[in-house]
């Protein structure tokens, strides 16, 4: 069994910082690609960022120079910086790794229980 834990969101004015952290945690032997999600009332869940388990790195154009994704590979934790704010980025936030139990074949798709970031203008 496999855990993500989120922690980090919370009640922010516009312009503002905050960094969320997901921690996996069980039966991992490996992980590959680590993302952040968000869903905002009424909308569909869309991706945030992405990283690789080399480092590579992408983000939502709606984020670009503003969220930064970094992960810390012995501590099977991700993390998203977020500065520079916005009402529009009113949502829960999810982690989402893709890890495995074992050190071969496929891999699995695990979730976090998601925590609010609401930004107040």
């Known amino acids: 069994q496999v855990q993500l834990v989120e922690t980090g969101g919370g009640l922010v004015q516009a312009g503002g910082s905050l960094r969320l952290s997901c921690a996996a945690s069980?039966?991992?032997?490996?992980?590959?690609?680590m993302r952040w999600f968000r869903q905002a009332p009424g909308k569909k869940r869309e991706t945030v960022a992405v990283?690789?388990?080399?480092?590579?790195?992408d983000y939502a154009d709606s984020v670009k120079g503003r969220f930064t994704i970094s992960r810390d590979n012995a501590k099977n934790t991700v993390y998203l910086q977020m500065n520079s704010l916005k009402p529009e980025d009113t949502a829960v936030y999810y982690c989402?790794?893709?890890?495995?139990?074992?050190?071969?074949?496929?891999?699995?798709?695990?979730w976090g229980q998601g925590t609010q970031v609401t930004v107040s203008s």
């Open positions: 069980g039966s991992i032997v490996r992980i590959n690609a």
């Open positions: 990283i690789t388990n080399g480092g590579s790195t």
């Open positions: 989402n790794a893709q890890a495995s139990p074992l050190s071969y074949g496929r891999w699995y798709d695990y």
